[in-house]
């Protein structure tokens, strides 16, 4: 089977990462892959190309231009001169545009929800649902998403589930980090909370600024580090400036790769998204790191940390910065607990995430597509 995978680009994020390792993955293992991008660059373009041959380049710019349907008739035209067996699509611009052409090329699409599309306007909503319809299989990797889409009226036995595969750390490239004997002028002493997600609205990392200045009251020397560039940067700096949280408290690193070289100088891990998180890369990193996590009960956080409080500490949806607060005072006052919570959540992504048993997943799913 040949399979053709269609993704934004191939920058480090989450679902950019996915698509690259399933591909890498599969190739390793003898399956015919290809890769297409709107786009190309990003962290994972030398990899992929090393195991699946050149990433084709679909120049598609604009929703509603003479160009876009050339191209989509140029990309149809190619699926059928490379003998393409299946389109899969797996994020939203690759699904609009791909299931055109995998109707021109009259070959199988599959799709993927991967969060709850709670950022998108509605008329790319209709769209979304529309490639939905036509896909012979639709891929999630939450039964949160699968359950949300379900109730839209996808049907069940439509959705495969196939969990995040765990990001690895030799994987991650070259590090972006200063040297060792940099870190202590680079982050804020004492026990570092790590937030490592965009900085844009709706992963709300301003509330983490909020109860940090609550937090520091009863615990003076905690301290945030926030990994990740994004809009919201210059004003979650200035939020902190006017809060009175200075380089001893906070630090903003923007983006950077090898992410698991920073986790093991921090003590826990956030995340705090309101209404679009599928399953989340960062959390399967801090959990494989060993760290305590807290985060909102948003998309599948709650399938990673268990509503128990079994591998970590949940928040409303909406949490207050004093909610906020009481979670990370809690893991700070008490150390046992803590470290009983991030070796659960070890042994949990190692079991369930690893990237062997998420393969076999795939490849399962794949072959019953021949079938």
């Known amino acids: 089977m040949k ?127 529309r490639a939905d319809r036509q896909a012979v299989r639709v891929v999630v990797n939450a039964q949160a998403i699968h359950d949300h889409f379900a109730a839209r009226g996808l049907p069940a036995d439509k959705m495969a589930l196939i969990p995040n595969l765990l990001p690895l750390p030799d994987e991650q490239g070259p590090t972006l980090l200063p040297a060792d004997g940099a870190w202590r002028r680079l982050l804020p002493p004492g026990p570092r ?7 844009d609205p709706e992963k709300n990392t301003g509330l983490l600024v909020e109860a940090l200045s609550l937090v520091r009251k009863e615990v003076p020397d905690a301290s945030l580090v926030v990994v990740g560039d994004g ?20 630090a903003f690193l923007g983006d950077l790769d090898r992410v698991p070289a920073l986790l093991p100088l921090c003590s826990i891990g956030a995340l705090v998204p309101t209404s679009n998180e599928g399953t989340s890369n960062t959390l399967l990193e801090y959990m494989a790191a060993g760290l305590p996590a807290i985060a909102t009960d948003c998309g599948g956080n709650a399938e990673l940390l268990g509503r128990d409080s079994a591998r970590g500490l949940l928040l409303p949806a909406h949490p207050t910065p004093r909610e906020t607060a009481d979670r990370w005072l809690a893991l700070l006052r008490d150390p046992a607990l803590a470290k009983r919570l991030g070796a659960s959540a070890r042994d949990f992504v190692l079991a369930r995430h690893a990237p062997a048993a998420v393969l076999d997943r795939w490849e399962a799913f794949y072959r019953s597509l021949l079938s």
């Open 3 to 129: 399979i053709a995978h269609w993704v934004y680009h191939l920058i480090r994020g989450g679902t950019e990462g996915q698509c690259a390792r399933c591909a890498i993955g599969l190739a390793a293992r003898g399956w015919n892959q290809r890769v297409l991008v709107f786009r190309r660059t990003g962290h994972f373009l030398s990899p992929v190309e090393a195991a699946c041959g050149p990433v084709k380049e679909i120049p598609i710019r604009h929703l509603l231009r003479p160009s876009t349907l050339a191209e989509i008739l140029r990309l149809a035209r190619w699926l059928r001169a490379e003998k393409i067996d299946l389109l899969h699509t797996w994020d939203a611009d690759a699904a609009i545009f791909g299931a055109l052409a995998a109707r021109l090329a009259r070959i199988p699409l599959v799709t993927s929800r991967r969060d709850l599309g709670a950022i998108y306007p509605p008329w790319k909503q209709r769209m979304l649902d």
């Open 231 to 250: 809009p919201e940067r210059p004003a979650l700096e200035a939020r902190a400036a006017a809060l009175g949280l200075g380089p001893d408290a906070i």
């Open 193 to 199: 909370l790590a937030v490592v997600n965009r900085l």
